[in-house]
């Protein structure tokens, strides 16, 4: 019927020319001229140094009883005749929010979207290199009272919600309250729960709340300036509306959710009556979810990205070094201490891991120095519990010398090994024994456990089947502790004791899976808490740390390495921005400005 | 030829009541819970969940109801259009699948166009300068196209633009009808790194059809009839060798549009691919689901489509 219908076009043969047409039209005419900046050095984060042993300002200020508060300072900022006031950045996100519930947050891509929107009472200082220097955000002052038991706010007066509903103590007591909800999913806030009971907040006046402690805690305050503690409208979430939607939230914070177009990107635009006067100094943020780490680095070469917006952007150490090098200055890598460590945990209750002494042969057998130079290229630290750098751990010249994390001409030191094989001789394994590890295929781990399960058959003949997890099958598997051992990786709240001590090793710690529990843990852990001498407080941690090392305990979580996270990027005309205390901080972006001159 | 389409249309409701019950008993069995996902994300989260709030989740989502209740539920549901509610955004599947289904079509058409506009000419240049320099650069560029993966190929895209000209499309997606320049820019990329490959194989059909078009006696009476080789190539043996490539375009049409999730994702294109990917991610049975039905029905009816082309094509071809 229609067999002769089908002309074929003269210009058949034409048509790769045609593709080529395409292909320029693909490129665009537009494309932006050639960066001709003159390439300076690499320029890598200013700070801190990435070298091991770096001490940070010890932390927090020790509460004494009847203490003055003390006196907060709204930031204090470079000169402001500076600040370039406007414009509207885009920004590297490398995930797409999970939800917008604040105080569900228990990853950076559910926080990192959902703080520039909330203000918390105190929050890190963005506006200065001391890292653990808090100040006010909602809090205009505050005080210490009952001998360290509470902490009364004072929050500022004029402040409005977006929908321009005033906010009172009354949300601020919704919101502490909120924070350790009962039955509720809190991975991060729900660490308060250490320092305070549900309900038993008090609200003094329309501007002013009380908050009993459960005892005086020194790492309270600390706890509660990271981003994820957030004042939430109680006459929003408090009515049954769902804030963990975006079209629901309502905050007081300096920007607005304009839109988010699901997994793409999220348009923010100032809060025009925000109660800091001028601030933000940005019209808007444009966040854009980037998941493919070439993409990435494509983008930040080319501007279509100013920075990013937490410290997690899917690159190596490696891929980092290289991109800031290849950009000869225009990018700088913003650091901040270590605040996130990657940890083979032990399912406790299974055999043979309910053995300490097994438990304890592993972590004396892994070398630990070729895990770093695999994983983050050398760039991170030994660490038995603690994050050496900090005030209150060993120094890394410290750790270095302890068994299991020491070596002996670049080697893993024979005594650990021995010592190892001697424990699990003991423990009824003179051979080695045959277990199934498993892994979630997410970041690293399945490279760090083939690295361990190497390490483990050379030294003590351990014989490892590895099983992987993609990543939410992975959380099933942990949740119902259907596993021996896994790789885990964790960034804490605050870099902070309690924060390390609970996750690991306490009842519904985060990262405590198997529900690891010790009294004399316990018992410590409440004494260093309530400690207001720094000294004191270190000496117990010391003791505290040493236990958990000993053999009769067996850890249940062997710290493999420290890391930084990431330093957060960002390219050269973004102004007043600084490294962040804890990987879970600084993504308000109020303080932040764009020099639009150097873009 | 209507009551063929007839009893096609009518095969469907079998094939779609199948891949609906695969589809349905597969994820069920996978391991994960939707609920507790939903509760604490997908990538880095807690274990310590309440019962309590785990079920009230699990009843919000219906997943607490035997499976053949939460099929039947579905199906119901789908007939009238309704394909419910992302468990993990609680955001309607169907808005969302109408703006990403409408992309990733976008993106197979302009894959399946380059790759087409270009392959048959390759393909025919290949078979009539058989074993000359022309035919061994056109086969070095077809098996390459075969050989390389095609995300290899979009990184590649990505890296010389960056190199060469310091320049890649917007990130932020414009659509066709907001802004068709930016959105050329931004489509025309992946659909040459999907199509490069389409272009291959397309190419190699194209070519294998012509060898043996060319060897066939009514080509030979072709031109002993004096006609043009042009006219000869063109009207003669192109037709007919058409058939084969025209199945393999239809074929990768279908694989386009289920398989772009790689491409969608290195591109940043939003699409289809990218939410299945992070349906899968979640756990979101309720949008997994809708797009495999959506799939599924595209691929039917486009291979319906092929075969009726077959018959209006050549005529020796009859359907009964």
Same mark, same amino acid.
């Given at each position: 019927?229609?067999?002769?219908?089908?002309?074929?076009?003269?210009?058949?043969?034409?048509?790769?020319?045609?593709?080529?047409?395409?292909?320029?039209?693909?490129?665009?005419?537009?494309?932006?001229?050639?960066?001709?900046?003159?390439?300076?050095?690499?320029?890598?984060?200013?700070?801190?140094?990435?070298?091991?042993?770096?001490?940070?300002?010890?932390?927090?200020?020790?509460?004494?009883?009847?203490?003055?508060?003390?006196?907060?300072?709204?930031?204090?900022?470079?000169?402001?005749?500076?600040?370039?006031?406007?414009?509207?950045?885009?920004?590297?996100?490398?995930?797409?929010?999970?939800?917008?519930?604040?105080?569900?947050?228990?990853?950076?891509?559910?926080?990192?979207?959902?703080?520039?929107?909330?203000?918390?009472?105190?929050?890190?200082?963005?506006?200065?290199?001391? #890292?653990?220097?808090?100040?006010? +955000?909602?809090?205009?002052?505050?005080?210490?009272?009952?001998?360290?038991?509470?902490?009364?706010?004072?929050?500022?007066?004029?402040?409005?919600?977006?929908?321009?509903?005033?906010?009172?103590?009354?949300?601020?007591?919704?919101?502490?309250?909120?924070?350790?909800?009962?039955?509720?999913?809190?991975?991060?806030?729900?660490?308060?729960?250490?320092?305070?009971?549900?309900?038993?907040?008090?609200?003094?006046?329309?501007?002013? /709340?009380?908050?009993?402690?459960?005892?005086?805690?020194?790492?309270?305050?600390?706890?509660?300036?990271?981003?994820?503690?957030?004042?939430?409208?109680?006459?929003?979430?408090?009515?049954?509306?769902?804030?963990?939607?975006?079209?629901?939230?309502?905050?007081?914070?300096?920007?607005?959710?304009?839109?988010?177009?699901?997994?793409?990107?999220?348009?923010?635009?100032?809060?025009?009556?925000?109660?800091?006067?001028?601030?933000?100094?940005? +019209?808007?943020?444009?966040?854009?979810?980037?998941?493919?780490?070439?993409?990435?680095?494509?983008?930040?070469?080319?501007?279509?990205?100013?920075?990013?917006?937490?410290?997690?952007?899917?690159?190596?150490?490696?891929?980092?070094?290289?991109?800031?090098?290849?950009?000869?200055?225009?990018?700088?890598?913003?650091?901040?201490?270590?605040?996130?460590?990657?940890?083979?945990?032990?399912?406790?209750?299974?055999?043979?891991?309910?053995?300490?002494?097994?438990?304890?042969? $592993?972590?004396?057998?892994?070398?630990?120095?070729?895990?770093?130079?695999?994983?983050?290229?050398?760039?991170?630290?030994?660490?038995?519990?603690?994050?050496?750098?900090?005030?209150?751990?060993?120094?890394?010249?410290?750790?270095?010398?302890?068994?299991?994390?020491?070596?002996?001409?670049?080697?893993?030191?024979?005594?650990?090994?021995?010592?190892?094989?001697?424990?699990?001789?003991?423990?009824?394994?003179? +051979?080695?024994?045959?277990?199934?590890?498993?892994?979630?295929?997410?970041?690293?781990?399945?490279?760090?456990?083939?690295?361990?399960?190497?390490?483990?058959?050379?030294?003590?003949?351990?014989?490892?089947?590895?099983?992987?997890?993609?990543?939410?099958?992975?959380?099933?598997?942990?949740?119902?502790?259907?596993?021996?051992?896994?790789?885990?990786?964790?960034?804490?709240?605050?870099?902070?004791?309690?924060?390390?001590?609970?996750?690991?090793?306490?009842?519904?710690?985060?990262?405590?899976?198997? &529900?690891?529990?010790?009294?004399?843990?316990?018992?410590?852990?409440?004494?260093?808490?309530?400690?207001?001498?720094?000294?004191?407080?270190?000496?117990?941690?010391?003791?505290?740390?040493?236990?958990?090392?000993?053999?009769?305990? &067996?850890?249940?979580? /062997?710290?493999?390495?420290?890391?930084?996270?990431?330093?957060?990027?960002?390219?050269?005309?973004?102004?007043?921005?600084?490294?962040?205390?804890?990987?879970?901080?600084?993504?308000?972006?109020?303080?932040?400005?764009?020099?639009?001159?150097?873009? | 030829?209507?009551?063929?389409? !007839?009893?096609?249309?009518?095969?469907? $409701?079998?094939?779609?009541?199948?891949?609906?019950?695969?589809?349905?008993?597969?994820?069920?069995?996978?391991?994960?819970?939707?609920?507790?996902?939903?509760?604490?994300?997908?990538?880095?989260?807690?274990?310590?969940?309440?019962?309590?709030?785990?079920?009230?989740?699990?009843?919000?989502? &219906?997943?607490?109801?035997?499976?053949? /209740?939460?099929?039947?539920?579905?199906?119901?549901?789908?007939?009238?259009?309704?394909?419910?509610?992302?468990?993990?955004?609680?955001?309607?599947?169907?808005?969302?699948?109408?703006?990403?289904?409408?992309?990733?079509?976008?993106?197979?058409?302009?894959?399946?166009?380059?790759?087409?506009?270009?392959?048959?000419?390759?393909?025919?240049?290949?078979?009539?300068?058989?074993?000359?320099?022309? +035919?061994?650069?056109?086969?070095? !560029?077809?098996?390459?196209?075969?050989?390389?993966?095609?995300?290899?190929?979009?990184?590649?895209?990505?890296?010389?633009?960056?190199?060469?000209?310091?320049?890649?499309?917007?990130?932020?997606?414009?659509?066709?009808?907001?802004?068709?320049?930016?959105?050329?820019?931004?489509?025309?990329?992946?659909?040459?790194?999907?199509?490069?490959?389409?272009?291959?194989?397309?190419?190699?059909?194209?070519?294998?059809?012509?060898?043996?078009?060319?060897?066939?006696?009514?080509?030979?009476?072709?031109?002993?009839?004096?006609?043009?080789? #042009?006219?000869?190539?063109?009207?003669?043996?192109?037709?007919?060798?058409?058939?084969?490539? !025209?199945?393999?375009?239809?074929?990768?049409?279908?694989?386009?549009?289920?398989?772009?999730?790689?491409?969608?994702?290195?591109?940043?294109?939003?699409?289809?691919?990218?939410?299945?990917?992070?349906?899968?991610?979640?756990?979101?049975?309720?949008?997994?689901?809708? !797009?495999?039905?959506?799939?599924?029905?595209?691929?039917?009816?486009?291979?319906?489509?092929?075969?009726?082309?077959?018959?209006?094509?050549?005529?020796?071809?009859?359907?009964?």
């Amino acid at each position: 019927m229609a067999y002769h219908r089908l002309q074929l076009p003269k210009s058949l043969f034409l048509t790769p020319l045609i593709l080529v047409l395409v292909l320029v039209v693909a490129c665009g005419g537009s494309a932006e001229p050639a960066a001709t900046t003159a390439p300076a050095a690499a320029t890598e984060a200013p700070t801190p140094t990435p070298t091991r042993g770096v001490i940070f300002k010890p932390t927090p200020t020790p509460i004494t009883s009847g203490q003055a508060a003390p006196v907060p300072t709204e930031a204090p900022a470079a000169s402001t005749s500076d600040v370039i006031m406007g414009g509207t950045p885009p920004l590297h996100a490398y995930s797409a929010p999970d939800h917008w519930g604040t105080h569900r947050s228990g990853t950076l891509n559910q926080i990192m979207h959902s703080s520039p929107v909330y203000n918390n009472l105190v929050r890190f200082d963005p506006e200065t290199e001391d #890292r653990d220097d808090i100040i006010g +955000d909602l809090a205009a002052s505050w005080e210490i009272t009952d001998g360290g038991l509470s902490y009364v706010f004072k929050i500022h007066e004029g402040v409005q919600w977006h929908d321009g509903m005033p906010v009172t103590s009354d949300d601020v007591a919704f919101s502490v309250d909120r924070w350790v909800e009962p039955d509720q999913p809190r991975p991060r806030t729900g660490n308060a729960k250490a320092y305070y009971e549900h309900g038993t907040v008090e609200i003094i006046d329309p501007l002013t /709340v009380k908050v009993p402690l459960k005892f005086a805690a020194a790492d309270f305050f600390s706890l509660i300036a990271a981003d994820v503690f957030k004042v939430v409208p109680k006459h929003v979430a408090g009515e049954g509306i769902d804030v963990s939607k975006w079209e629901n939230i309502v905050g007081s914070g300096p920007y607005i959710v304009e839109k988010y177009d699901t997994d793409i990107s999220t348009d923010y635009i100032k809060n025009p009556n925000y109660f800091k006067e001028g601030k933000p100094y940005l +019209d808007g943020m444009e966040y854009l979810i980037v998941r493919d780490k070439g993409r990435i680095i494509a983008a930040f070469k080319t501007k279509q990205f100013a920075m990013a917006s937490s410290t997690a952007t899917h690159l190596s150490v490696d891929d980092r070094k290289q991109l800031v090098e290849d950009m000869g200055g225009e990018l700088i890598a913003y650091g901040q201490p270590y605040g996130c460590n990657s940890f083979l945990m032990f399912n406790v209750e299974k055999e043979p891991y309910n053995d300490p002494r097994v438990r304890h042969a $592993i972590f004396l057998a892994i070398h630990r120095q070729p895990i770093m130079d695999a994983i983050i290229s050398g760039e991170g630290d030994y660490g038995t519990v603690f994050q050496p750098g900090s005030w209150f751990a060993r120094t890394s010249e410290e750790a270095e010398q302890l068994p299991g994390i020491r070596e002996l001409n670049g080697e893993k030191h024979p005594d650990d090994i021995a010592e190892a094989k001697r424990l699990l001789a003991e423990a009824g394994h003179p +051979d080695g024994f045959q277990a199934v590890h498993s892994y979630r295929t997410f970041g690293s781990y399945g490279e760090q456990s083939a690295i361990v399960k190497d390490q483990l058959k050379e030294h003590l003949n351990i014989e490892w089947t590895l099983e992987s997890f993609e990543p939410a099958t992975g959380l099933i598997k942990y949740r119902d502790e259907a596993f021996n051992t896994a790789i885990q990786g964790h960034c804490y709240t605050a870099n902070v004791p309690d924060s390390i001590i609970s996750d690991h090793y306490r009842l519904g710690g985060t990262r405590n899976y198997t &529900g690891f529990t010790d009294p004399r843990i316990e018992e410590l852990f409440e004494q260093q808490a309530r400690e207001s001498n720094s000294d004191a407080r270190k000496a117990i941690l010391r003791e505290l740390e040493d236990y958990i090392l000993t053999p009769e305990l &067996g850890t249940p979580s /062997v710290l493999l390495m420290w890391s930084w996270g990431s330093p957060r990027l960002a390219h050269k005309s973004i102004k007043n921005l600084y490294g962040s205390p804890s990987v879970q901080a600084q993504m308000m972006h109020e303080t932040i400005w764009w020099d639009q001159s150097e873009w | 030829m209507q009551t063929y389409i !007839i009893k096609r249309l009518l095969l469907f $409701i079998p094939t779609l009541i199948m891949i609906t019950v695969l589809v349905f008993l597969i994820l069920r069995f996978i391991p994960g819970d939707p609920a507790y996902l939903v509760l604490v994300g997908a990538e880095e989260g807690e274990v310590n969940v309440s019962e309590k709030v785990l079920a009230e989740m699990r009843a919000k989502l &219906g997943t607490d109801r035997p499976i053949y /209740v939460q099929y039947a539920d579905w199906i119901w549901n789908m007939l009238q259009l309704d394909f419910g509610n992302s468990y993990h955004y609680d955001t309607p599947i169907s808005k969302d699948l109408k703006t990403k289904f409408a992309v990733t079509l976008e993106l197979t058409i302009l894959s399946v166009l380059i790759a087409s506009v270009a392959a048959v000419p390759l393909g025919v240049i290949s078979a009539i300068k058989q074993d000359t320099p022309l +035919d061994y650069a056109s086969r070095i !560029i077809t098996f390459s196209g075969i050989a390389l993966p095609t995300f290899w190929v979009g990184l590649l895209i990505i890296y010389f633009l960056v190199l060469i000209f310091e320049w890649l499309p917007p990130l932020k997606y414009a659509t066709l009808w907001d802004d068709p320049w930016t959105n050329l820019q931004q489509l025309m990329l992946p659909a040459i790194a999907l199509g490069y490959f389409n272009m291959a194989f397309i190419a190699r059909v194209t070519r294998s059809a012509m060898l043996e078009v060319l060897r066939e006696d009514f080509i030979r009476t072709a031109r002993s009839k004096g006609l043009t080789e #042009r006219l000869v190539i063109a009207r003669h043996a192109l037709k007919n060798a058409l058939l084969p490539v !025209i199945t393999v375009s239809g074929y990768e049409f279908g694989r386009l549009i289920s398989g772009t999730v790689v491409i969608e994702t290195i591109f940043v294109v939003p699409g289809m691919g990218r939410l299945l990917l992070d349906a899968v991610y979640h756990r979101d049975y309720a949008v997994i689901q809708a !797009i495999i039905v959506v799939i599924t029905t595209v691929v039917l009816v486009v291979n319906l489509i092929l075969d009726m082309l077959y018959g209006w094509l050549n005529p020796r071809i009859r359907y009964t």
